[in-house]
């Protein structure tokens, strides 16, 4: 189950305020998702029309490409993908990293265009945390060479953490998990994702391989970044895996790999204790199911009588 790219919440938000604009509603809306990325929606009662998305992503680390707390080419990568229809606030909200303004009396009736639209906004994560990512696969897909960058480029994706993108053409994340059944199921899982990429089916997928150390196209990234307690996964990009439509999914794809390990790790630990409650469950109740024997002073379906003491001398003198 591949994550989906725009934030549902968020999507709802949008729609419902779209489908009653005509209602004077204040609201207020505040919420975290991935664990890093934190949204604030706002509508007043005496601008009904206006809406505020403000967004606060994590402090990046010192390796990772950012200008002004935003990744590379975040602001360029708005203005493309939502063209004038929004406006970028400057500065934006305090405690947050950038706050957009859109006026819904400037959009365009159409149901289709205005859902459409709306779910583009929802996908602002994905506009904003994949844009250095963004910038590089687009010179794979035409064939040239991304101007200005280095051969080992880090990428943030979490909290303090990135992944890298070495020549251009590979990706490689340092896998790290804070609880130590999460890395063995993570560590077990991403051996078996390697292991399904060699399916027949799979031939035209991005090549994919697992290994408890840094691998070599990691050189010269800072030491502190190469810790990963669930080893390191690379994947190969090629130019016909972000060519024309493929490239919004395949940048979506690696800018959340480890929230989607994640996810199916937590589902696994979920599915196994449902197993084990089951489990138990049937064992407790075939124990409830169990009868004791009841006693009986008879054997083989034969009766016994107790003799006296004169019954006794009379059998022996027969």
């Not at 040239?144 to 990135?162: C, F, G, K, S």
């Amino acid at each position: 189950m591949m994550l989906q790219s725009h934030s549902r919440f968020l999507l709802q938000t949008l729609l419902t305020r779209a489908q009653n604009l005509d209602k004077a509603v204040e609201l207020d809306y505040q919420w975290i998702e991935f664990d890093d990325v934190r949204y604030h929606v706002q509508v007043t009662i005496k601008n009904p029309n206006i809406l505020l998305l403000s967004v606060s992503l994590p402090n990046p680390p010192p390796e990772a490409m950012s200008f002004d707390g935003l990744p590379l080419g975040a602001i360029e990568a708005i203005k493309t993908t939502y063209g004038t229809g929004f406006q970028i606030l400057d500065p934006p909200r305090d405690g947050f990293s950038l706050t957009l303004k859109l006026n819904f009396s400037k959009v365009r009736p159409d149901e289709a265009y205005r859902n459409s639209l709306l779910t583009k906004l929802a996908s602002i994560r994905e506009v904003v945390m994949g844009a250095p990512l963004k910038i590089i696969l687009k010179h794979l897909a035409s064939r040239t060479v991304a101007p200005e960058l280095d051969r080992l480029v880090a990428i943030m994706h979490r909290p303090n953490e990135t992944f890298f993108l070495a020549d251009k053409v590979t990706v490689a994340f340092p896998m790290r998990f804070k609880d130590s059944v999460d890395t063995i199921l993570a560590t077990s899982f991403l051996k078996q994702f390697v292991e399904a990429r060699r399916a027949a089916s799979l031939s035209s997928a991005p090549s994919c391989s697992w290994s408890p150390t840094a691998p070599q196209e990691l050189e010269g990234a800072p030491k502190e970044t190469l810790s990963a307690n669930a080893g390191f996964v690379t994947f190969v990009i090629m130019p016909r895996h972000v060519e024309g439509e493929k490239l919004d999914p395949t940048v979506w794809n690696l800018s959340t790999f480890h929230a989607y390990v994640s996810y199916h790790v937590k589902c696994s630990e979920g599915f196994m204790h449902t197993r084990m409650r089951r489990r138990v469950e049937s064992m407790i109740q075939a124990l409830d199911q169990a009868k004791p024997l009841e006693k009986t002073r008879s054997m083989n379906n034969k009766s016994f009588k107790r003799l006296g003491l004169n019954d006794a001398n009379h059998t022996t003198s027969k």
